[in-house]
């Protein structure tokens, strides 16, 4: 499932996440939709998940063709990977945040 993020040092951050999610009982629906977000925006950022800002973000999601729901949807996922982050001490700030 990693296979498309590895590039750009974001495999360990992932995995961690998905070990943390799994832990959680997230259903297999959940882990297969943060891990398209997540992925998708991997492959378009193109840089590490440590060096992301809210511009990254800002820029992703106008940059997607999709309904304002799904760009929702894909800006929470990564809100909560980012937040994962931060509690995990990777990251200080969450790029995500105020972004919308």
């Known amino acids: 499932m990693l296979v498309a993020i ?5 495999r360990e951050f992932v ?3 998905f070990t943390y999610l799994r832990a959680r009982n997230a259903s297999p629906l959940t882990l297969k939709s943060y891990y398209n977000s997540v992925a998708t925006f991997a492959r378009w950022v193109k840089k590490s998940c440590l060096e992301v800002t809210r511009e990254d973000v800002r820029r992703f999601l106008q940059s997607l063709t999709y309904s304002a729901f799904t760009k929702a949807k894909f800006l929470r996922e990564l809100h909560a990977f980012y937040n994962f982050l931060i509690d995990k ?3 200080k700030q969450n790029p995500c945040r105020l972004v919308g």
């Open 6 to 10: 590895l590039e750009h040092g974001w």
């Open 15 to 17: 995995e961690a996440y």
């Open 89 to 91: 001490g990777f990251v």
